[in-house]
């Protein structure tokens, strides 16, 4: 029987590609760096969690609703961001669409693997307690969900999970989380994604945490971080570099081998922030030992540290720290922070030893519990009850929702624009309205394809390969 036209076309289709893709990151040294150019990446990025923990259920997520995603990611676009953290997800939701509209925009994603829905969480005062194979079904559960997305940056196995009200031992099983975490990774995926910790600022322990997390130990070889996450509000109002104690750190984490980055920053104690920090963040002394760093918070929560407000009409306001942390990014030098070769150490991995840790209330103690029973066979065979996530196509588009200034002046033509294959997102690479009446140039959505994931482009030749395979059957 021969085929149909419609036949043929939908299996050379099959072999296109239609939705463009931003490039895998990886880790260099003490450097994230674009896996086909060898750039470094620097985070410029926001805490992403609408609705803050109160909204954490297993119904929706912040990846879960598309027009959500779309308003947020082209206003993203237009602050300048390339990546986001979210904090909880669920992972037998679908997030298709909305990762791939992040990805379309060119921005990474920074995900934490815990929830606080149990058992989806180690309690820092009885890990031992929830450290249990349905623990995994969590951790696993969203490796699988997002191995596939190349926006897919890091995962975070826990978050402050260390501080002050923590148990000796919390530390040993957080190593053992990475480590079952890095051995799923390298048994099922097919990229090496990144697996660190974000601690708290807490100084008289802060070092000890960082070798802690950092030195590598023969006898769990896949226990240590791959990176290190630092939530840090020590920067306040008309602050410095040195009044802030951002020299302190530096110097803290200068000789460190794997890349650090302010996983959470922004203090909101003087109002409204000005956001000077970025400048010393991305200037020439701390991107010698910082990666860059995620502002606290993308929507406005009951703890006032909002970029924008979600308002019960269905519209939203830019505050005016949205304003003023755009106008921090815009200033930047992003070719000098993303300058190839730039990996700033040649600093060789430490190995672990009670000699590391000063502060005598930190765990000396680097053996690490046993997996629990069941643990290691779903390492092995994989957590098959959750599908992995793909790409959709995606076309650049005005968004529904109506966007107001701080100013109550609204805020006409945000549009998500699709960046070219390979394209992350940085400041003034949008073209979307920023103030009131201000529309985007109907240009922008591209119509030879160039920057359009969804155009579909089949090459001559590929059509026609197909079309003598299937005649020659």
Same mark, same amino acid.
């Given at each position: 029987?021969?085929?149909?036209?419609?036949?043929?076309?939908?299996?050379?289709?099959?072999?296109?590609?239609?939705?463009?893709?931003?490039?895998?990151?990886?880790?260099?040294?003490?450097?994230?760096?674009?896996?086909?150019?060898?750039?470094?990446?620097?985070?410029?990025?926001?805490?992403?969690?609408?609705?803050?923990? #109160?909204?954490?259920?297993?119904?929706?997520?912040?990846?879960?609703?598309?027009?959500?995603?779309?308003?947020?990611?082209?206003?993203?676009?237009?602050?300048?961001?390339?990546?986001?953290?979210?904090?909880?997800?669920?992972?037998?939701?679908?997030?298709?669409?909305?990762?791939?509209?992040?990805?379309?925009?060119?921005?990474?994603?920074?995900?934490?693997?815990?929830?606080?829905?149990?058992?989806?969480?180690?309690?820092? $005062?009885?890990?031992?307690?929830?450290?249990?194979?349905?623990?995994?079904?969590?951790?696993?559960?969203?490796?699988?969900?997002?191995?596939?997305?190349?926006?897919?940056?890091?995962?975070?196995?826990?978050?402050?999970?260390?501080?002050?009200?923590?148990?000796?031992?919390?530390?040993?099983?957080?190593?053992?989380?990475?480590?079952?975490?890095?051995?799923?990774?390298?048994?099922?995926?097919?990229?090496?994604?990144?697996?660190?910790?974000?601690?708290?600022?807490?100084?008289?322990?802060?070092?000890?945490?960082?070798?802690?997390?950092?030195?590598?130990?023969?006898?769990?070889?896949?226990?240590?971080?791959?990176?290190?996450?630092?939530?840090?509000?020590?920067?306040?109002?008309?602050?410095?570099?040195?009044?802030?104690?951002? !020299?302190?750190?530096?110097?803290?984490?200068?000789?460190?081998?794997?890349?650090?980055?302010?996983?959470?920053?922004?203090?909101?104690?003087?109002?409204?922030?000005?956001?000077?920090?970025?400048?010393?963040?991305?200037?020439?002394?701390?991107?010698?030992?910082?990666? =860059?760093?995620?502002?606290?918070?993308?929507?406005?929560?009951?703890? !006032?540290?909002?970029?924008?407000?979600?308002? !019960?009409? =269905?519209?939203? $306001?830019?505050? +005016?720290?949205?304003?003023?942390?755009?106008?921090?990014?815009?200033?930047?030098?992003?070719?000098?922070?993303?300058?190839?070769?730039?990996?700033?150490?040649?600093?060789?991995? +430490?190995?672990?030893?009670?000699?590391?840790?000063?502060?005598?209330?930190?765990?000396?103690?680097?053996?690490?519990?046993?997996?629990?029973?069941?643990?290691?066979?779903?390492?092995?065979?994989?957590?098959?009850?959750?599908?992995?996530?793909?790409?959709?196509?995606?076309?650049?588009?005005?968004?529904?929702?109506?966007?107001?200034?701080?100013?109550?002046?609204?805020? $006409?033509?945000?549009?998500?624009?699709?960046?070219?294959?390979?394209?992350?997102?940085?400041?003034?690479?949008?073209?979307?309205? #920023?103030?009131?009446?201000?529309?985007?140039?109907? !240009?922008?959505?591209?119509?030879?394809?160039?920057?359009?994931?969804?155009?579909?482009? +089949?090459?001559?030749?590929?059509?026609?390969?197909?079309?003598?395979?299937?005649?020659?059957?």
């Amino acid at each position: 029987m021969v085929p149909t036209y419609g036949r043929l076309l939908a299996a050379a289709c099959a072999l296109a590609t239609t939705a463009n893709a931003v490039v895998p990151i990886e880790v260099d040294g003490k450097d994230f760096v674009n896996s086909e150019n060898g750039d470094r990446f620097q985070v410029l990025g926001v805490d992403y969690q609408p609705g803050g923990t #109160s909204a954490v259920n297993n119904q929706t997520d912040p990846l879960s609703e598309r027009d959500d995603c779309l308003r947020d990611a082209a206003l993203m676009q237009q602050l300048g961001v390339n990546t986001i953290r979210i904090y909880n997800l669920s992972p037998t939701l679908n997030h298709d669409e909305c990762v791939s509209i992040f990805n379309a925009a060119g921005i990474y994603m920074i995900l934490d693997v815990n929830s606080p829905l149990y058992p989806g969480y180690i309690d820092r $005062t009885a890990p031992w307690e929830t450290y249990t194979r349905d623990y995994y079904t969590q951790v696993f559960g969203i490796i699988e969900a997002f191995k596939d997305y190349p926006n897919t940056l890091a995962f975070f196995a826990g978050n402050e999970v260390i501080n002050e009200d923590s148990v000796e031992q919390v530390p040993q099983y957080m190593r053992a989380v990475q480590r079952d975490m890095k051995e799923y990774i390298a048994n099922h995926l097919d990229r090496p994604i990144p697996v660190g910790y974000s601690a708290a600022d807490i100084r008289p322990i802060l070092e000890d945490t960082l070798n802690y997390f950092m030195c590598e130990d023969e006898d769990y070889p896949t226990s240590h971080s791959d990176f290190f996450g630092l939530n840090s509000y020590s920067w306040c109002g008309d602050a410095t570099y040195e009044t802030s104690g951002y !020299d302190d750190l530096t110097d803290m984490v200068s000789d460190s081998t794997i890349p650090v980055f302010f996983s959470e920053y922004g203090c909101n104690e003087v109002q409204p922030r000005q956001f000077t920090e970025v400048q010393a963040i991305y200037g020439t002394e701390m991107t010698q030992s910082f990666s =860059g760093g995620l502002v606290y918070e993308y929507t406005q929560e009951e703890n !006032d540290y909002g970029l924008v407000k979600l308002n !019960d009409n =269905g519209t939203i $306001t830019l505050l +005016v720290d949205f304003e003023n942390l755009q106008n921090q990014y815009a200033e930047l030098d992003m070719d000098r922070i993303s300058a190839s070769n730039a990996t700033q150490t040649s600093a060789r991995p +430490v190995t672990c030893s009670p000699d590391l840790i000063q502060n005598s209330t930190f765990s000396t103690n680097f053996t690490l519990p046993a997996k629990p029973p069941g643990v290691q066979r779903l390492i092995d065979d994989g957590y098959d009850e959750v599908n992995a996530g793909q790409l959709v196509d995606v076309e650049s588009e005005d968004i529904p929702q109506t966007v107001y200034n701080h100013r109550g002046e609204e805020v $006409t033509g945000v549009r998500l624009n699709v960046l070219a294959s390979g394209q992350s997102n940085e400041p003034g690479n949008s073209t979307s309205g #920023s103030g009131s009446g201000s529309s985007s140039d109907s !240009d922008s959505d591209s119509d030879d394809g160039g920057n359009a994931a969804g155009i579909l482009s +089949v090459p001559f030749g590929l059509l026609t390969a197909t079309l003598l395979a299937f005649f020659m059957l």
